[in-house]
């Protein structure tokens, strides 16, 4: 019953360094969704997929870039680490018009 | 303005007292309304979903939407120190994409 994978769950960057957080979900959904999560902002949009072979931008894009490598999975990636990433980020999926399953989320710390 | 607007508390309450979240939303075009539940250093996981306006129970929650005052509600009947939580109400429209727009969570402490 794994439901939304996300990996790493923790990682610390230097400023301008680059990666790629990777997420997979086994419910059959269309849709993903990255967002991240600051004290007091609540979760933020980054990027979605409505289904496999688009993405779209969502509320906080600036900064990232995103793959739907397939049905299943949906990478979010950061080419040059910046210290406002820093961050939570979670990835979520979704059946079209119902409820979103989020991952454990992944701790990001860029200095 | 936010979107959606929801008091980030922290709420504390005494075991077994009843708790009221609410959330304000300001686009008309939401239909599609949740209240998830996240515990420290966890991501969010759903509680409750409902479509359009009207009640909804399920064990000691109660989700209740007013469309005509874009008003959400959650209700926690006899609150246990488990429910210790930070609560998240979520809510979208029927086309783009599924997109779920967040409050920014009331963090509630039930204590003993």
């Known amino acids: 019953n794994a439901g939304v994978t996300q990996t790493p769950k923790f990682q610390v960057l230097k400023t301008g360094q680059s990666m790629t957080l990777q997420c997979a979900q086994d419910m059959n959904h269309n849709s993903m969704y990255w967002y991240r999560q600051d004290p007091g902002m609540g979760l933020r949009l980054i990027y979605y997929?409505?289904?496999?072979?688009?993405?779209d931008k969502g509320e906080v894009p600036n900064g990232y870039n995103v793959s739907r490598l397939n049905k299943r999975e949906f990478s979010l990636r950061l080419e040059s680490a910046a210290p406002s990433q820093t961050s939570v980020y979670f990835c979520?999926?979704?059946?079209?018009?119902?409820?979103?399953?989020f991952g454990q989320g992944t701790r990001l710390t860029v200095v | 303005q936010k979107e959606v607007e929801q008091d980030p508390g922290p709420l504390s309450v005494p075991e077994g007292a009843i708790v009221s979240l609410n959330c304000t939303y300001s686009?008309?075009?939401?239909?599609?309304f949740m209240w998830y539940r996240q515990y420290s250093r966890k991501g969010p996981e759903l509680l409750m979903y409902?479509?359009?306006?009207g009640n909804k129970e399920d064990g000691r929650f109660t989700a209740q939407v007013d469309k005509s005052s874009k008003y959400i509600s959650l209700f926690i009947r006899d609150s246990q120190p488990s429910d210790s939580a930070t609560y998240l109400c979520?809510?979208?429209?029927?086309?783009?994409?599924?997109?779920?727009?967040f409050g920014t969570g009331t963090q509630l402490k039930v204590e003993l």
């Open positions: 409902t479509y359009s306006s």
């Open positions: 979520a809510m979208s429209t029927t086309g783009g994409g599924n997109k779920l727009t």
């Open positions: 979520a999926s979704s059946r079209k018009n119902t409820e979103a399953f």
């Open positions: 686009n008309s075009a939401f239909q599609y």
């Open positions: 997929s409505a289904s496999e072979g688009t993405t």
